[in-house]
């Protein structure tokens, strides 16, 4: 199957710095990137969509300015949270679409990010 | 837009015995997925099964397989023999059958426990 990978897997930073998370498609070209947000129990939310080199389409609510994404290749895809505070201390998860190959996504191994 | 309702947050079963978890859905389209993702402990997202909505035949994986009613909008997940493996979140989604940008709506996710 395709591997998705996501980097790095914990993180902790400071409140008002900034954190970069990587989401890489090992084995297939990625023609479409998801990013989700997962609080304690909930469902994955989407955040944004991403399709190489272009623009973000972002969900409603979600600051594109505080999380910038760039999907750059057919195989990268980053998520930046911007002066990250404790409130954006959550788990994040990036997904990647190979074309249209039965519709289904592989999914990162998720991020979880710690603001103090 | 389309919504995914699970209505059990919870359940447990025994293992080697069968659990069934329901899942709902409303859409005006036709042409649509289902799948049933499951989220273990580690948190990774992966695909247990995978249902087009222009067959009317039910999916099967091994011991996992879907009860499909699509005029019900009613695709719940059979899980048989359950193992200990098994005890994780699993998430009902939906995805219309449009292009590679579709994207993927969750249900709120039922925690299944299987006890030894």
């Known amino acids: 199957g395709a591997v998705v990978s996501q980097h790095p897997s914990r993180v902790i930073c400071k409140s008002g710095t900034s954190v970069k998370i990587e989401c890489r498609s090992l084995d297939f070209q990625a023609t479409t990137m998801f990013w989700y947000r997962q609080f304690p129990k909930q469902s994955l939310m989407l955040m944004a969509t991403s399709n190489e080199g272009s623009k973000a389409t972002y969900e409603q609510g979600v600051e594109k300015d505080k999380f910038l994404i760039n999907h750059a290749s057919l195989t990268l895809s980053t998520l930046t949270v911007t002066s990250a505070h404790p409130e954006d201390s959550s788990f994040y998860i990036c997904?990647?679409?190979?074309?249209?190959?039965?519709?289904?996504?592989?999914f990162g191994q998720g991020t979880r990010l710690t603001v103090v | 837009a389309q919504t995914v309702t699970q209505s059990q947050p919870e359940m447990s079963v025994q293992e080697a015995e069968t659990v069934t978890l329901s899942c709902t859905y409303d859409t005006s389209e036709s042409n649509y997925y289902l799948f049933w993702y499951k989220q273990p402990p580690s948190r990774q997202m992966i695909l247990v099964i995978r249902?087009?909505?222009?067959?009317?035949q039910n999916a099967t994986e091994n011991r996992f397989s879907v009860n499909f009613q699509k005029a019900a909008k009613s695709f719940s997940l059979k899980i048989s023999d359950s193992q200990l493996g098994d005890t994780a979140m699993y998430f009902c989604a939906f995805m219309l059958k449009e292009t590679s940008g579709s994207r993927l709506t969750f249900g709120e996710g039922t925690q299944l426990t299987v006890n030894p």
């Open positions: 249902q087009e909505a222009y067959k009317q």
């Open positions: 997904s990647a679409r190979r074309g249209w190959v039965r519709g289904e996504a592989f």
